[in-house]
Structure formats: C-alpha cells, structure tokens
C-alpha cells in the first residue's frame, strides 16, 4: 500500500507533499495568510540586531519575551498601512513582554530617518544592515512579519499586510491577547485594503 495521493490547492497529486511545504508554496505566490510555524514550533535561528537608537538584541537578550519581526520598506504603502495597527498592539501588549523589531529591507539610514521624523514609530527600527534577520527568516516580499514566543521559538507568520485583526491573531500563537493559541489560517483577501 503506497502514501495516500494528496492535493494541492484542490489538483490531485501523485507525490507526498508535506503541510508545510504547502504552506510555504502558497506563500511563495503571495498568498496573504498567516502561516502556521508547522506542526512542531522551531527555535528561532540564531540573530542580533541593532536598533537606529543603539539598543542591541538577540536570542539570548530577548527571552522570557514575545518577539514580533516585521520587515517592512518606507516606500511600501501595505508596510505603511500595517505600521499603525502593529505601534497600537505594541502599546497594549508592551507591558505583558512584546517586542517589536521593524528591520527595514535595504534603505538607506538617511532615508529611513527621514521617513521616521514624519511618522514615528513604537516599534524598534533596525536597518537590514545591522541584522542578520532578513537573512535567518528569509525574507522577500513585505510586509513581512515572524513570531517567536518566550521559549525562543518560532510559532508564526504572516505574509502580507491586514491591519489590526490577522496581528493580534498571529500574537494569540504566542499567548498575547484573549482566547489564548488560535492556530486557524486567515485569509486575508477580505481585507478592507485589498483594492490599494
């Protein structure tokens, strides 16, 4: 008896295929979901990171904390969009161990203090260049955001901007909010934003 055939996307398949490699397909295409970090959490890769304002952090400095990367771009109007809502969840759940680390993906210093002196920001701004972040998650679309519990690990992503609700989904994985893990997909094609 070989393995039970298994679809993608609703198309018969002849090969094994596992949930995660689904999950990472769909977000390939740029479908914007929250990922489930798989059947298993896993430790967060190994990082540091410094802040424009001087602040260092990595694994060791942040745990016992519940660790939100975003990789966000100025010049992205869903990174724009989501900055807002992310800065609000910050200011209700600081006090109960969040932390915010916005890595932005590439530009220049001057150019992301410029933006910030016009918007400013509640989340920790870190420029790619002084982190390895972007690289140990990954990351290539933006908005992007992973989330890593206070054990160290990995326990969620989202691809994708939605504003308030999909991020205080994705902190439930890591027991932030009411309702304690709540595991379930969200699709976010019903965002408000979705015909920016």
């Known amino acids: 008896m070989g393995l ?3 679809t993608i996307f609703g ?3 002849d090969f094994a295929v596992s949930r995660r490699e689904v999950l990472a397909a769909a977000g390939s295409l740029g479908l914007s979901r929250i990922l489930p970090a798989g059947d298993r959490p896993e430790a967060a890769p190994g990082f540091s ?3 424009l304002d001087g602040e260092a952090f990595n694994n060791q400095s942040l745990k016992g904390k519940v660790v939100l990367v975003q990789f966000w771009a100025t010049w992205r109007p869903y990174c724009r969009l989501d900055a807002g809502p992310l800065d609000d969840l910050l200011a209700e759940f600081e006090k109960d161990g969040l932390v915010a680390l916005a890595v932005d993906m ?5 150019t992301v203090k410029a933006f910030l002196e016009r918007s400013p920001r509640k989340a920790k701004v870190v420029l790619m260049e002084d982190t ?7 990351a290539k679309s933006f908005p992007q955001y992973e989330l890593i519990d206070r054990e160290g690990m990995v326990v969620g992503r989202q691809n994708g901007a939605g504003g308030a609700e999909p ?13 304690g893990r709540d ?12 015909g920016m």
Do not use: H, I, Q, Y
């Open 4 to 6: 039970p055939r298994a």
């Open 183 to 194: 595991d379930r997909p969200v699709d976010l094609r019903s965002s408000p934003r979705r």
């Open 132 to 138: 390895n972040l972007a690289a140990r998650f990954d």
């Open 106 to 110: 590439g530009e220049p210093k001057k």
């Open 11 to 13: 198309m018969p398949t």
């Open 49 to 51: 990171a410094k802040t």
């Open 167 to 179: 991020l205080r989904r994705l902190l439930r994985k890591a027991g932030l909010g009411s309702g």
